[in-house]
């Protein structure tokens, strides 16, 4: 999001869960919130996120790659 493109990170996390909320199972945008927790430093709720999207979408690109680096290899 452009908030997080920003590095206003608060409410880039905010967007993103307003969009889970409105339509949940988004591949991209639980991407892109595990990513923002990550930036934010709240590393429980990135791995939390991340797990939730390897649920739903395993191959997801670059999702490998940011599961090892929260320690979460496959």
Do not use: C, K
Not at 42 to 69: E, I, K, N, V, Y
């Amino acid at each position: 999001t452009l908030a997080l493109r920003r590095r206003d990170l608060s409410r880039g996390i905010a967007l993103l869960r307003l969009s889970l909320s409105l339509q949940p199972n988004q591949p991209e945008v639980l991407h892109q919130l595990s990513l923002a927790y990550g930036l934010a430093g709240d590393m429980a709720s990135a791995r939390a996120t991340a797990l939730q999207l390897r649920q739903l979408g395993p191959g997801f690109p670059g999702l490998a790659q940011w599961l090892q680096s929260l320690g979460l290899g496959q």
